[in-house]
Structures are given as C-alpha cells and as structure tokens.
C-alpha cells in the first residue's frame, strides 16, 4: 500500500454509554494529586436567591497546561471564574490558586493571577505604554521597572508602533492584546483568560490563540472559558463541561470524542478508479453500506478494530490507498449529546 495516512486516537474516558444520561453520569472529573494542581477546585457552590450559579463544581488544572472550560450561557462558568479570582466569595467548598486558599488567603491568590474578562478593560484614554505603566506601579514595580516591564510586554504583543498612541485609536485585535498584557504585567503563574475572543473576526482570534500558547510554552498555567468550540479543542490539554452549575463531563478533546462514539472510518483509493472495489471492501467487512461523500472518499462508521482489518484487507487486495483514517465525532456533537435538554 502507497502512501496511507492513519489518525491515531486516545483511549476513552470510559466505554462508549447507550444513552445520554449514561454518558454524562461516566464521565468523572479527572483525579490527580492536588500537589501539581495550579487551580485545584472542590464542591463549589453558590447561589443567587433561588437561583444555584455554581452547584459543587470541581476543577483541576496541572500546572503549566491549558483547562478549557464550555458550557452554554447562564452555565456558572463567569461565576466560577470570579470565585477563582477571589472576586466572589464561595457559599460553600474549597478552591487553591497557586497553591493559596481564595477565601482565607485572597491577597496571595491575587499575586499569583492575571485575568482577563469577556471585555477589554484598558482605559481608552490612555496609551497603551501609558495603561501597562500605570498597572505596573498599581501593582507596586518601581517607575523604572514599570517602564521596562511596559516595554517588553508591547514588544511581546506586537504593539511597539502604537504603543504611544491612545488605546481608543486601537482596533478589537489590539486593544484586546492590550488587555492581556495587561493582565501578564505581574508575570502571574496563572492567568484566567474568560471568553477572550468574544467579537473578534477569525484572523484577530488566531493573534490570540497564538499569545496564549506563547504564555503556556512559558510555564503560565490558563484557565480557559469560550463558546467557541474549536478554539477549546486548539488550545486545551484538557475539557471540563459545566451545565447548570454542575461538571458533567472531564477529559480530553479525543477523549470526549471516543466517548459520544459514532467513529467513521475514511478511505481514500490512490486511484479514484478503485472506489467502486473500495465501496465493496467496506460493505463485505463491516456488513454496512459505506456513504461516499464525494471526492473519492468513502466513509463507512467503524473503530480502530475495523480500521485494522481494513489495512490488512487491502493490503490483500493490492488497492493503493492516499488515505484511511478513523475519524471522530466533533466536539460540536460532543457537546450538544452533553447538554441537550432530553440528558437532564
């Protein structure tokens, strides 16, 4: 066989359920000594009159790694956010940052963290060397060390040619980079990055992504929330989903994925001629009829187990493939089979 191309896939978090309830009950929260945890939450609750915001969430997130946090709106996540970042106080659990207790030792959480809110929060009168140096002596540095720490944070950001220029003159891009150096000027070993991208066009977004893997090649540990399912599954080593104030669901992209099911297996002949013969392949070892979808492919569902014994089959069979890959479902299916209505 010429020229294959093979996906390889994570184990599961746990078999593959029969129902939705199942899936979200089989999916616990990851375990793991609370020693290299830099956000380690347990039990969080918190409530607003009737309403239960926060409904005992648990999060763990290892140092230097990236924790993305979904859910759909009114979900807790904001809430768990501000709690982390000790600007709410939990009615009940326990959560450490960098090692220190949010409620009983709330100054040093706050040493330790950046944070970065839905919406840019620079003063727009300012400039935005004149928004890092005023935080930086905010935050104690010495007139000198607040300039160079300016400095070095436009350079960073890309903001060198506008850094003299006042922060209204920026575009969304720019003043949302504005916003997280400001939030690095401390060189916090956790940074709370809540739905960065809201509003930004997909090449603005991309300048985001890229600063967010800089700070965690760095050692900066991020809790992330988003909407934006692909921007989870580019940046996070790992996924907790909230819904009503609860986690349903903890693991990794690729393990989220094996655990929804409904995996395809995709074969591409080298030679577009072969598809009717690959077509027949698929149907004789998986007894289903395969879809093709066009451009010479054919896609037929099975896992690793079928994707072997294809390998083996048409190496038999001497068909040349460009291409057999087991494809997983998309996040985007992950998290609606999570949180539709009928699962709660």
Known sequence: MSSTQTTQTHSPVAPAPGTSRALRQDLAPMTRSSSDLAVHAEGLTKAYGATRALDGIDLAVPAGTVLGVLGPNGAGKTTAVRILATL??????????????????????????????????????????????????????????????????????????????????????????????????????????????????????????????????????????????????????????????????????????????????????????????VLALLERVTGRVPDSPGRGVASVPGDEGVLRTLLDVVQREGIALSELALALPSLDEVFFALTRKDAR
């Open 88 to 277: 709410l106080r939990p009615d009940g659990g326990t959560a450490r940052v960098a090692g220190h207790d949010v409620v009983r030792e709330p100054d040093a959480v706050r040493r330790s963290i950046g944070l970065t809110g839905q919406y840019a929060s620079v003063d727009e009168d300012l400039t935005g060397r004149e928004n890092l140096v005023m935080v930086g002596r905010l935050l104690d540095l010495p007139g000198r060390a607040a300039k160079a720490r300016a400095a070095a944070l436009l350079a960073d950001f890309d903001l060198d040619d506008a850094a003299d220029r006042a922060a209204k003159t920026y575009s969304g891009g720019m003043r949302r980079r504005l916003d997280l150096a400001v939030s690095l000027v401390s060189s916090p070993q956790v940074i709370f990055l809540d739905e960065p991208t809201t509003g930004l066009d997909p090449a603005k977004r991309d300048e985001v992504w890229g600063i967010v893997r800089r700070l965690v090649a760095d050692g900066t540990t991020v809790l992330l929330t988003t909407q934006y399912l692909e921007e989870a599954e580019a940046l996070a080593d790992a996924i907790t989903v909230i819904d009503a104030g609860r986690v349903i669901a903890t693991g990794t992209p690729a393990e989220l994925k094996r655990v929804v099911g409904a995996s395809s297996v995709r074969v591409r002949p080298a030679d577009p001629g072969d598809l009717p013969a």
